[in-house]
């Protein structure tokens, strides 16, 4: 079955470091990929997205690129900020079997001044 | 807009008891979703609809029953409590099916429930 890997956290960064948080996938056919973020005590929001192969997405200095060859989807962020503390998930939607997302663990990110 | 509101948002019952969340949205989507969030493992789809009287297992669906009699609610019962359903449960909404262009789940606050 479809399944989503990603690095466990917390992850703790100082202000303006460069993040990275690895996501790897397994899934059937051509799967839509996506970054979600949960800041404390909130649901989940959609940070981006990318539907198809080498697509890039990007929001509030996030990027994340759909590398189909490694199967993998990594969010990036050059420099971050104290209000990007929350937890990420990596979540993937393959089309098939049941229509919700399978998301990975999620990776708390702590931000410190 | 109040976008997908959940309620309660906390709640505690006794191992045997039943109770039912309830998610309204009203953006007018056509799909709705409830999953379970626990330590370490993420969100689990339990149940989704994708449409007004349908519904249909995901993931983790026993224990657990929903129904979709009006489009803008979604209601996830508990018939018989048990300690293993303590979780944070999550509903969310999307105009259509999630890997359709431009779509996207709208999450709710969420709902933590404690079974003793």
């Known amino acids: 079955g479809d399944s989503v890997t990603q690095m466990e956290g917390p992850v703790t960064l100082s202000e303006e470091a460069f993040l990275t948080i690895n996501c790897t996938y397994t899934a059937t056919g051509y799967p839509s990929l996506f970054w979600y973020v949960q800041y404390p005590g909130e649901g989940l929001q959609l940070l981006l997205k990318?539907?198809?192969?080498?697509d890039k997405g990007s929001n509030k200095g996030f990027e994340a690129t759909y590398r189909k060859e490694t199967t993998s989807f990594h969010l990036e962020k050059g420099s971050v900020q104290v209000s990007d503390s929350a937890v990420y998930f990596c979540a993937l939607h393959s089309g098939g079997g049941a229509d919700g997302l399978t998301f990975g663990k999620g990776t708390h990110l702590i931000i410190q001044p | 807009n109040a976008g997908v509101t959940q309620t309660p948002k906390f709640r505690v019952l006794k191992t045997g008891q039943s109770m039912t969340l309830l998610c309204a949205q009203d953006?007018?989507?056509?799909?709705m979703y409830w999953y379970r969030q626990d330590p370490g493992m993420g969100l689990r789809l339990i149940h989704y609809s994708v449409g007004e009287g349908t519904t249909a297992k995901g993931e983790v669906p026993d224990g657990y029953n929903v129904s979709r009699l009006k489009k803008q609610n979604f209601l996830l019962g508990l018939e018989s409590a048990a300690p293993s359903q303590t979780s944070v449960y999550f509903c969310a909404s999307s105009p259509d099916r999630v890997w359709a262009k431009y779509n996207e789940q709208f999450f709710g606050p969420g709902t933590r429930l404690t079974v003793l």
């Open positions: 990318a539907t198809k192969a080498d």
């Open positions: 953006m007018n989507h056509e799909y």
